[in-house]
Each structure stands twice: as C-alpha cells, then as structure tokens.
T-cell receptor, first 116, second 114 residues
Framework: EPEVTQTPSHQVTQMGQEVILRCVPI?????FYWYRQILGQKVEFLVS????????KSEIFDDQFSVERPDGSNFTLKIRSTKLEDSAMYFC??????????????FGAGTRLSVL | AQSVTQLGSHVSVSEGALVLLRCNYS??????LFWYVQYPNQGLQLLLK??????LVKGINGFEAEFKKSETSFHLTKPSAHMSDAAEYFC????????????FGKGTRLSVIA
C-alpha cells in the first residue's frame, strides 16, 4: 500500500540552527500538509500546499518556517533558526483530490525534532 | 472555529473488555469527523470517518463510532479489546469544504491488559 515517508525519524539540533524535515507524499497526491505535536499537546496544523504554493497556514507558521516542493517527489519543511519550543513531532500528510471534495489525509510516521 | 475534546489521556482496559474512547467536538458548520490510530513508530492511520451519511460508522479492526449531533459527540467503541489495539487514538474534525486542515484532539492512549 502506498505510504507517506518522512526522514529523518529523529533530528537533534542546536538552538538557532536551521533544520529541514523531508517528506515524500504518495505519488499521485495533490495536497500536502505539515502538522506538529508538542509533547503532551494536540496535533496542530501548520500549513497546506497545493499547486506549488501555500494554500493555507496557521498562526504557528511564522517567518521562521517555509515549505518547498523542490522536485516531483519531495515536500520539505524548513525551520530557519530553531527555538527550544520548536521541539515536537512533525507529521507530513497528503491527499489525492483537489478542491471541493473530501479525501482522506494519509500521514507519515513523523519526525521527532529535539532542539537543545 | 472548530475544536475537539478527548476525555481521558489514558484509558486502560482488560483484554476482551469493551473499549470506549470519548470525543466531543465543536463546529459552527456540519462537520466531518475522523478517528485516527497511531501505533508505535508509525504514522496516523485512519480508523473511520463520518461524512453525514449513516450516524453509526464502522471502521477497521472492529471499531465503530456513533455521531450524536445532540450531544456533539463521536465516541469510539469496540466490543472486545485485543492486545493489538494498544495504541494512541486521535479524534479529528474538519468542515465540509473538503481537504481543509484537520483539527485534532489531544489523543487518548489505550492500554490493553492481559
């Protein structure tokens, strides 16, 4: 069964460093998402991406964050200067349909980001 | 704005006992509702979804959930717990415009005791 793949599974970084979290969505999917879950808290939406541009973003997704689809398969989340509070599990998700029709979001296993 | 509340961050049941995981939602528009499960070191996997058709929704692995508008609830049940059901369960809501971000609850960790 097709799946969303995220790498690395665990990323440790120093405060102030840049990190790039990588995701390979399911190949025929059109909508891509990033969510995060701080330990003990809810899974929160960060950003959605469609047709090579951000379609929606939350207030969490400030100027320190950016997303990119550099080629036909990868979808990345970059944090420019990490803070301690960025430590969380980051989930990538994708769906196969365009606007106006519900489809299921398929999630990756997540990347645990630890900022020291 | 939409929100989800999952009562109980940790639920423990004996093998063979009824599983009941509670979810209440708040939505200003008719909602789509979902239950996802996360097994250790794996992604979030869809268990079942409510999309305004039948109020009793059956999912994978013997789970089902009932949409009750009057109670704004979407509780997840399974008649008989199995050891393999031990996982984290997330309730989520989205609106009817399609492909919008999911709003999740905090999750409930289910432990199954032999």
């Amino acid at each position: 069964e097709p799946e969303v793949t995220q790498t690395p599974s665990h990323q440790v970084t120093q405060m102030g460093q840049e990190v790039i979290l990588r995701c390979v969505p399911i190949s025929n999917h059109l909508y891509f998402y990033w969510y995060r879950q701080i330990l003990g808290q809810k899974v929160e939406f960060l950003v959605s991406f469609y047709n090579n541009e951000i379609s929606e973003k939350s207030e969490i997704f400030d100027d320190q964050f950016s997303v990119e689809r550099p080629d036909g398969s990868n979808f990345t989340l970059k944090i420019r200067s990490t803070k301690l509070e960025d430590s969380a599990m980051y989930f990538c998700a994708s769906t196969s349909r365009g606007q106006g029709k519900l489809d299921i979001q398929y999630f990756g296993a997540g990347t645990r980001l630890s900022v020291l | 704005a939409q929100s989800v509340t999952q009562l109980g961050s940790h639920v423990s049941v004996s093998e063979g006992a009824l599983v009941l995981l509670r979810c209440n939602y708040s939505s200003s528009v008719p909602p789509y509702l979902f239950w996802y499960v996360q097994y250790p070191n794996q992604g979030l996997q869809l268990l079942l979804k409510y999309t305004s058709a039948a109020t009793l929704v059956k999912g994978i692995n013997g789970f089902e959930a009932e949409f009750k508008k009057s109670e704004t609830s979407f509780h997840l049940t399974k008649p008989s717990a199995h050891m393999s059901d031990a996982a984290e369960y997330f309730c989520a809501v989205s609106d009817l415009s399609g492909n919008t971000p999911l709003v999740f609850g905090k999750g409930t960790r289910l432990s199954v005791i032999a």
